[in-house]
């Protein structure tokens, strides 16, 4: 998962008073049997179990990246949605190899880390003294020319939220380290990991350079090797780091954004959005990012899908199996590009990219006058223990690029509180997901998406421009 714009302005909230939209008291007694059919017990987990078994460990570009292609369209079929079919992506293919790191003189001993997603290896092993600098930002002010021949060590440490909101704040070192480190002329760079677990894993992510900047090594330390550092840079003597690790982007690749669609009864060319990323790092087996997203999005379209012709909705309900989510919402990017024209027809979307926590609140990016809807939707969502939240929160990670040109959105807010331990590390598997929690979302993202299909009038979707003039 690459948490963005939690913060992202409503645009699509922008839009002047009209018409109010309203969610349809016939579709309330509907949405509260899916809700309740949910709770009873979904194949959600079964689904996410099957993929991550059969699958395991999906980066972009690899082979069990196309396997996961083949298993997403084969699921959607075997779950009965009416359409299923791909869409291509072009991406770059970047591998790990080994990956090892020791202080060397007189502290010598091992340290555990892992290859930054992106970066170059250390051609080798490379030596040097390491520089800490406690943030970003203290790296930045660094005098010109200070880190000659050095190895940059960022220490911050990310801190817990229950909305994952330590995220962003921390995870700039990991994005911008290198570029920052390289105008200094560091020679490689090493982060604390982005999370919040004292686990000896260290802590994966997508990494960015720069054109006109030197392209150096990162890579990221477990919290209790980047804590082993600080105690040691304490005793008042140079510390030296030995790096030996192989990455590298080795040529060019086309994945899939994975799609299923259950067909609305009279406007089916307007879709709802739900989806997930198919796509993980290679450390863990991507259960939690983003293997429960998957099969909440799925289970929840395929229940719609199991109504009577007569009470589908009115509108169809599209769901979005992403593809290279991880290494820069390739696939988002892409589908959106596609269906730019089409950016009237997408009502709203939502997606679940934040693990298999319960959902606590809902919160919407749309129109002043498609609030009462969103709070008539919320109304159902209540007996889950949801809450409806006006004024904050922001589209996932997949959805932004449709916002940004103009889709209204919805976030459904998981309890996010221990998912930064687990995140981009080995231990992002199976058993950390409870299959009562994983019905809870289904529930609500089956509710949620039935009732915005019903809905008589819109969201406030319309393209960038014509939001902006309004």
């Not at 839009?15 to 309203?22: K, Q, V, W």
């Not at 003294?129 to 005098?143: D, G, M, N, Y």
């Not at 290679?282 to 289970?299: F, N, Q, Y």
Request: proline share 6%; no cysteine.
């Amino acid at each position: 998962m690459r948490m963005l714009g939690l913060a992202l302005v409503l645009t699509a909230a922008t839009a002047a008073a009209d018409t109010p939209t309203r969610i349809p008291e016939r579709a309330i007694p509907i949405a509260e049997a899916l809700r309740d059919r949910a709770l009873a017990g979904t194949p959600a987990f079964d689904i996410v179990e099957d993929l991550t078994t059969t699958v395991g460990p999906r980066l972009p570009g690899s082979q069990a990246d196309a396997r996961a292609v083949a298993w997403a369209v084969a699921k959607f079929k075997a779950l009965g949605f009416d359409r299923v079919w791909t869409e291509p992506v072009t991406i770059p293919v970047w591998r790990r190899g080994h990956a090892r790191a020791e202080v060397v003189g007189a502290f010598a001993q091992p340290l555990v880390i892992t290859a930054l997603g992106g970066s170059v290896g250390t051609d080798g092993a490379l030596e040097a003294e390491i520089a800490e600098f406690p943030t970003l930002q203290a790296l930045r002010e660094a005098p010109e020319g200070s880190l000659a021949g050095k190895i940059a060590f960022i220490s911050n440490r990310m801190e817990r939220f229950i909305d994952g909101s330590g995220y962003g704040p921390a995870v700039v070192a990991r994005s911008n380290g290198a570029v920052e480190a390289a105008r200094l002329g560091a020679k490689a760079i090493v982060i604390r990991s982005i999370g919040t677990n004292s686990a000896r894993f260290p802590h994966t992510g997508n990494m960015r350079y720069v054109d006109d900047v030197p392209k150096i090594p990162a890579a990221a330390l477990s919290n209790p090797d980047a804590d082993q550092l600080l105690r040691l840079l304490a005793r008042g003597q140079p510390v030296r780091l030995r790096l030996d690790f192989e990455a590298g982007t080795i040529g060019e690749h086309t994945t899939h954004n994975v799609i299923g669609e259950i067909t609305g009864r009279e406007r089916p060319d307007e879709v709802v959005v739900i989806g997930a990323h198919l796509d993980s790092w290679d450390l863990g087996t991507g259960a939690l990012d983003d293997g429960a997203g998957i099969a909440i999005t799925m289970a929840a379209g395929a229940l719609i899908g199991q109504l009577d012709k007569t009470q589908r909705p009115r509108r169809s309900v599209r769901v979005i199996a992403w593809g290279a989510e991880e290494i820069g919402l390739l696939g988002a990017y892409a589908y959106a590009a596609r269906h730019a024209d089409a950016i009237t027809r997408h009502l709203i979307g939502a997606e679940s990219d934040f693990g298999a926590g319960r959902i606590y609140a809902l919160r919407a990016g749309v129109k002043d006058s498609a609030w009462d809807a969103i709070e008539r939707i919320g109304q159902v969502l209540a007996p889950l223990g949801i809450v409806t939240e006006r004024g904050v929160g922001g589209p996932g990670p997949d959805i932004i690029p449709l916002a940004q040109r103009g889709m209204a959105w919805a976030q459904l807010a998981q309890d996010g509180s221990d998912y930064f331990d687990y995140h981009h590390t080995p231990d992002d598997t199976l058993d950390k997901i409870d299959p009562e929690a994983l019905d809870q979302q289904v529930a609500a993202y089956a509710a949620f998406a039935y009732l915005a299909a019903e809905a008589e009038g819109d969201f406030g979707s319309a393209p960038r421009e014509a939001v902006q003039n309004r």
